[in-house]
């Protein structure tokens, strides 16, 4: 059964850094576009950013850009973010997308990222 | 405030019929596919359409997706009350190079 699972996530002070992880199993990880999606506490979902296959083309939505790092390891069929310059809009729910917008998009559960301080 | 726009909210009697909207622009849905997400709190949100119309195995003929000029719908039709969640269109935006989602539209089955 395919499954990608978050870690990571937890509270940070303002202007603190933090790096999210995702690991996919049971599908071979690189043949996808890997995404971040968020959602912040009784908001709607954003798109965060989106890495391609081999890591050669990345994009961020203009809110983390400057900000957020997104990476990936195949060959430890991971994905990351990094994400330094916290603010308390980054409070959210983080989610790793498989292929998202196509067919085989699938969902982890998410990790909770908290800044507070 | 949201890309593509969606209602905040939609509501039917069991085994009715119901559509949900998304309107964009012709950067994002005018020009690139659009998805369709179904979201049940505390759940990871769950692929029901792609491509337009395109439905990945497992999801029932119930739902629906069409899609023209710069809006797109969702149809859902017999209507159960497991269908009660929020629901979001998403497309690729190519003037923002990021994707969008809409502000997500909530589904009550009265």
């Known amino acids: 059964e395919v499954q990608l699972v978050e870690s990571g996530g937890g509270l940070v002070q303002p202007g603190g850094s933090l790096r999210v992880s995702c690991v996919g199993s049971?599908?071979?990880?690189?043949?996808?576009?890997m995404t971040w999606v968020r959602q912040a506490p009784g908001k709607g979902l954003e798109w965060v950013a989106t890495?391609?296959?081999?890591?050669?083309?990345?994009y961020y939505v203009d809110s983390v850009r400057g900000r957020f790092t997104i990476s990936r390891d195949n060959a430890k069929r991971s994905m990351y973010l990094q994400m330094n310059s916290l603010r308390g809009e980054d409070t959210a729910f983080y989610f790793c997308?498989?292929?998202w917008g196509g067919g085989d998009a699938h969902w982890g559960q998410g990790t909770l990222v908290t800044v507070s301080s | 405030q949201s890309v593509l726009t969606q209602p905040p909210s939609v509501s039917a009697a069991p085994g009715q019929k119901v559509s949900i909207s998304c309107s964009g622009s012709?950067?994002?849905?005018?020009?690139?596919?659009v998805s369709w997400y179904q979201h049940l709190p505390g759940t990871a949100p769950k692929l029901l359409i792609y491509?337009?119309?395109k439905r990945p195995s497992g999801i029932p003929d119930r739902f629906s997706g069409s899609k023209s000029g710069t809006s797109a719908t969702l149809g859902i039709t017999g209507l159960q009350t497991g269908d009660e969640a929020d629901y979001y269109c998403?497309?690729?935006?190519?003037?923002?190079?990021?994707?969008?989602f809409g502000g997500g539209t909530k589904l009550t089955v009265l």
């Open positions: 491509d337009n119309n």
């Open positions: 012709t950067s994002n849905i005018g020009n690139k596919y």
């Open positions: 890495i391609k296959q081999d890591g050669s083309e990345k």
């Open positions: 049971d599908f071979t990880f690189g043949r996808y576009w």
């Open positions: 998403g497309a690729w935006d190519d003037s923002l190079t990021a994707g969008v």
């Open positions: 997308v498989r292929d």
